[in-house]
């Protein structure tokens, strides 16, 4: 079966710290998804990548295919990131049946 | 643009009844897909849609049916409720080509069945 596995599960860390939340896939696929969960909120696509880094504000997403690899970082960590960061992945040959997705992150910022 | 909407935001029911979650979308999305989310768990595929007229089964459908007579609603079905079906429900759409491109998430169905 293929999966999705993050790391860690939760993380609480101080105003202004790097985030790093790491995401490993079992096959090939053809796109990586990061999301964010925001407590009793809606989901919210932040990046989808196939390859290489992309950055949006103080988010920069990264994968890494031959590892089968992805991180989410977050820069200068504010309280109003803490939420829940989930990875999915769609996967080569899988068609349109949906995405598979990680278990998700739990993150704190505390002022 | 109201993008995905989802009704009701809260229901609770009795075991054995029936029900339909409501979910649109204004983007003209050809692909619709229905997902719930359990503590522990990832976010799991119950149903999905390429297009109106088009429904086909995710990886948890028992208990659910779909339907898509139009591009814009995607309604999801419970037959006989069951305490199993307690969840968050969220639709979701997106371009044709679904999982290769950006996903667009309503903002979820809390269901509680007793």
């Known amino acids: 079966k293929n999966e999705v596995e993050q790391s860690p599960q939760n993380l609480t860390a101080q105003e202004g710290e790097f985030i790093t939340i790491n995401c490993s896939y079992s096959?090939?696929?053809?796109?990586l998804h990061w999301l964010q969960q925001h407590p009793g909120g809606g989901i919210v696509s932040l990046f989808m990548?196939?390859?290489g880094k992309k950055k949006h504000g103080r988010l920069i997403a990264t994968i890494n295919i031959q590892e089968k690899h992805s991180s989410l970082h977050i820069t200068a960590s504010h309280p109003r990131d803490s939420a829940v960061y989930i990875c999915?992945?769609?996967?080569?040959?899988?068609?349109?049946?949906?995405?598979?997705f990680g278990k998700g992150t739990h993150l704190i910022i505390q002022p | 643009n109201a993008g995905v909407t989802q009704t009701p935001k809260f229901q609770v029911l009795k075991t054995g009844q029936s029900m339909t979650l409501q979910c649109a979308q204004d983007?003209?999305?050809?692909?619709m897909s229905w997902y719930r989310q359990d503590p522990g768990m990832g976010l799991r595929l119950i149903h999905y849609s390429v297009g109106a007229g088009i429904t086909d089964q995710g990886e948890v459908p028992n208990g659910y049916n779909v339907s898509r007579s139009t591009t814009e609603d995607f309604p999801l079905r419970l037959l006989s409720a069951a305490p199993s079906q307690t969840s968050v429900y969220f639709c979701a759409s997106s371009y044709v080509g679904g999982t290769y491109n950006e996903q667009f998430f309503g903002p979820g169905t809390r269901l509680t069945v007793l």
């Open positions: 990548l196939s390859s």
């Open positions: 999915a992945a769609s996967w080569i040959g899988g068609g349109a049946d949906g995405l598979t």
């Open positions: 983007m003209n999305h050809e692909y």
């Open positions: 096959v090939g696929i053809s796109a």
